[in-house]
């Protein structure tokens, strides 16, 4: 298994005008610092709130991509969320779930994705396109995959707990969602 910095930069580095949202947390953290761009959207707060942003930029931009990074516990956090993904089925939506089992931001604490397999409830909710990594080579393929298929998609990637040594995001909020509506205008 790779860490989420490593998983993070390998799906990085394959969008290209994609809009992506990225959960609260060390993920936006260590998304900043490996590459920073206006089409990111970074959480700094709102725990669970990723894929609701990412469900709407998709359908209000149906002929765009739309990429989410989500953690485990952000996930687990606003669940209602796969299923109106699921009910609703916008095709240009990818959802990646980086799922180290853990609480990762808030010190490691278990969370439940340990006994709910997050990747059969977005099945059973709807999902189009759902799969399970744990390999960087299969996380690159899988990605490829799902950007060029109809969704929505979600990717589950396990990870390790392992965390970068990663400042804030030194935006504030307000400066990150002017830069991300311009950038997806």
Same mark, same amino acid.
């Given at each position: 298994?790779? !860490? *989420?910095?490593?998983?993070?930069?390998?799906?990085l580095?394959? %969008?290209?005008d #994609? /809009?992506?949202?990225?959960?609260?947390?060390?993920? !936006? *953290?260590? &998304?900043?610092? +490996?590459?920073? *761009?206006?089409?990111?959207?970074?959480?700094?707060? !709102?725990? $669970?709130? &990723?894929a609701?942003?990412g469900?709407?930029?998709?359908?209000? =931009? /149906? #002929?765009?991509?739309v990429?989410?990074?989500?953690?485990?516990?952000? %996930?687990l956090? $606003?669940?209602g969320?796969?299923?109106? %993904?699921?009910?609703?089925? /916008?095709?240009?939506f990818?959802?990646?779930?980086?799922?180290?089992e853990?609480?990762?931001?808030?010190?490691?604490?278990?969370?439940?994705s340990?006994?709910?397999?997050?990747?059969? +409830?977005? =099945?059973?909710?709807?999902? %189009?396109?759902?799969?399970?990594v744990?390999?960087?080579? @299969?996380?690159v393929?899988e990605?490829?995959?799902?950007l060029?298929?109809?969704?929505?998609s979600?990717?589950l +990637?396990?990870i390790?707990?392992?965390?970068? @040594?990663?400042?804030?995001?030194?935006?504030?909020?307000?400066?990150?969602?002017?830069?991300?509506? =311009?950038?997806?205008?």
């Open positions: 298994m790779q !860490s *989420r910095a490593r998983a993070i930069q390998a799906l580095d394959l %969008v290209s #994609q /809009p992506v949202i990225i959960c609260n947390g060390f993920a !936006s *953290r260590e &998304a900043f610092k +490996v590459k920073d *761009r206006p089409e990111n959207f970074y959480m700094t707060g !709102s725990m $669970g709130m &990723a609701a942003i469900l709407g930029v998709a359908l209000n =931009k /149906p #002929q765009k991509k990429v989410v990074l989500d953690g485990d516990g952000n %996930v956090m $606003g669940l969320t796969l299923a109106t %993904v699921g009910a609703l089925k /916008p095709k240009n990818i959802h990646v779930v980086l799922d180290n853990v609480y990762g931001s808030g010190g490691n604490q278990p969370s439940y340990r006994v709910v397999k997050l990747d059969q +409830v977005a =099945k059973a909710a709807g999902y %189009v396109n759902v799969e399970r744990r390999e960087r080579e @299969d996380l393929y990605f490829k995959d799902m060029g298929k109809d969704g929505p979600l990717l +990637v396990k390790t707990e392992q965390v970068e @040594d990663v400042p804030w995001v030194p935006l504030p909020p307000a400066q990150i969602a002017e830069r991300f509506r =311009k950038a997806i205008e």
